[in-house]
């Protein structure tokens, strides 16, 4: 017995791509929205960063009774404390996207700043500039 598939209805080539497309646009939203919130996350841990380096500057102008030059002083010792531990890792002393921080001192205050992820001064979101000052 011969079964006759005549009347059997498919997707044209037409409806497979319009599903495609559909398929795709949906796709680009959710995978556009995953990767902001890690720019996001990257721009939190930056000021969380950017305060445990404020608090290694105020140990070490306890120490030394003077802010670091810069904060290549953090990850080294002074020639006039030859027993020092470095305070923090070199590591430490970047931005979340690898950048250095931004250090400048004044007397005894500092600013410590991030130019974001696109490197350059302004921008908005995760491009924003971010800054702490002390004391």
Known sequence: ???????????????????????SILFS???????????????????LRMDALKAKITEY???????PSSLNDLTGCPSRDPNCIPMVDKEEVLDAWGSPFVYSTSGNSYTIKTLGAD?????????????????
């Open 61 to 67: 102008q306890l120490t030394y009774s003077e802010v």
């Open 119 to 135: 490197k350059k001064p302004g921008g908005s979101g995760a491009n924003s500039d971010q800054q702490v000052t002390g004391p």
């Open 1 to 23: 017995m011969k079964t006759k598939f005549n009347n059997q209805k498919g997707l044209t080539l037409i409806e497979i791509i319009i599903v495609l497309v559909i398929l």
């Open 29 to 47: 939203f959710l995978t556009g929205g995953l990767f902001s919130q890690g720019e996001k996350a990257k721009a939190k841990l930056n000021k």
